[in-house]
């Protein structure tokens, strides 16, 4: 009988002891609270060229996903040369008007379907896409540095990007057959990291 009490009272402290660390383990997890300073830093994230050409009247459509965090915002150039900008270059030596050059639209429809479209006769169009904002400079009271940073993470506007090449009108199609043109589209696309600064 004695041995007995003696062998559950060894077990009792097995099971206290091991209560006890589960205790103290979750007394680590619950950690104090300490001043952070954060501040933010807009960084390249991407950049990539893509060419094509696009027929008189018609539409290229170039679909890519974007699926990094904190993108501040996204660049677009489309560029090109119209190969009939001379006329001497597909017809002859005649001299060429601003009528007679290739008209190009650049849309661009994100994730959301919120679209922005900018056209030209000038051979480039530029957009700039502001898709988060950087957030100010601020101080967080959290238990750790991982906690501060995860506040400021943001998947706004993550998804499927849609560039939209339209060659409008192939001016030189007014007078002579200009089928179409070849064009660069240039991307840019920046993001935030945050950066924690000693107390
Ligand atoms: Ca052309």
Redesign the pocket.
Known sequence: MKRFVIIWICILLLITSFSLGCIEDDGEKDEPLKEFHITFQEQRLDAFNITGYTNDSEVTEIVKTFSQFNITKIKLYLKWI???KYFADCFGNVNYTDDAL?KFNLTVIDPTQYSIGDESIYELIFINITVNDIPQDQTINATSEKQVVDQFITDNRIGNWQFNITCVE?R?GQMFR?R??DWMLVVDVYHYEGIILEP
Do not use: E
């Open positions: 119209d190969d009939c290739d192939a030189g200009d179409g043109n």
